[in-house]
């Protein structure tokens, strides 16, 4: 079984550009969540979809960042515009079961914004 | 603020040394889970360990859970260097979907 894929792996952006990340999960996984990570805050949820459906639209991060799940097997996060304190790793997870199982994680973007 | 956090940032051993990675969390947690993550690579689950438990092996993988204390211990035994990594804890709490993320300790085993 495949993992879960991200594209691209890296992406360099000029301030105040539109970029879109992609996600494909684990084919017949229910849950899919978007993070960020930086050293310094860690993972930080950023949106979470339970069969296709926003739960969680991060709060602090709804402003310019936007988490679509257009089927069960795609995912796109969109940052408008992107700033440079938005240079960081976005990791795509995607999990199947309870709140307990365990959540698959692709390999990330790293987001660059100069 | 961190609701789960790994004692220390960092961490080094040589290899076939045995290590200990510690997480503490403030909530009551109903299970927890021990990620690795590669240079490179997203977290990769090691051991989920439940609230009713109190240890829980993974081949050279030992995950101990104290909820009386609020913290949870990982060792790895006969350490490799491809055991270099991130280790996180992240909590599960009764009737959240969330899973908790700790800032992790990055471990370096050095040949």
């Known amino acids: 079984d495949a993992g879960v894929t991200q594209t691209p792996r890296h992406e360099v952006a000029e301030k105040g550009q539109t970029i879109i990340l992609k996600c494909e999960p684990v084919s017949g996984h229910n849950d899919l969540f978007w993070y960020r990570q930086t050293k310094i805050q860690g993972l930080e949820l950023l949106s979470y979809?339970?069969?296709?459906?926003?739960?969680?639209d991060g709060g602090a991060f709804k402003d310019r960042f936007k988490a679509e799940m257009l089927n069960s097997s795609f995912s796109t996060l969109k940052i408008q515009p992107t700033e440079p304190k938005d240079s960081a790793v976005y990791l795509c997870?995607?999990?199947?079961?309870?709140?307990?199982?365990?959540?698959?994680f692709g390999p990330g973007t790293r987001l660059t914004v100069l | 603020s961190q609701l789960a956090e790994e004692n220390l940032w960092a961490l080094s051993v040589h290899e076939g040394e045995s290590v200990t990675v510690n997480c503490s969390y403030k909530?009551?947690?109903?299970?927890l889970q021990w990620y690795r993550q590669k240079s490179g690579e997203g977290p990769a689950q090691l051991i989920l360990?439940?609230?009713?438990?109190r240890e829980k092996r993974n081949g050279r993988l030992r995950a101990t859970l104290d909820t009386s204390s609020q913290s949870s211990s990982l060792s790895i035994t006969a350490t490799r260097c491809e055991d270099t990594a991130v280790y996180f804890c992240a909590t599960s709490s009764s009737g959240s979907w969330q899973l908790i993320f700790g800032s992790g300790t990055q471990l370096t085993v050095m040949p």
């Open positions: 360990i439940r609230s009713n438990e």
């Open positions: 909530t009551s947690i109903t299970a």
């Open positions: 979809f339970r069969s296709k459906s926003l739960m969680e």
């Open positions: 997870a995607s999990r199947q079961g309870d709140n307990y199982a365990e959540q698959f």
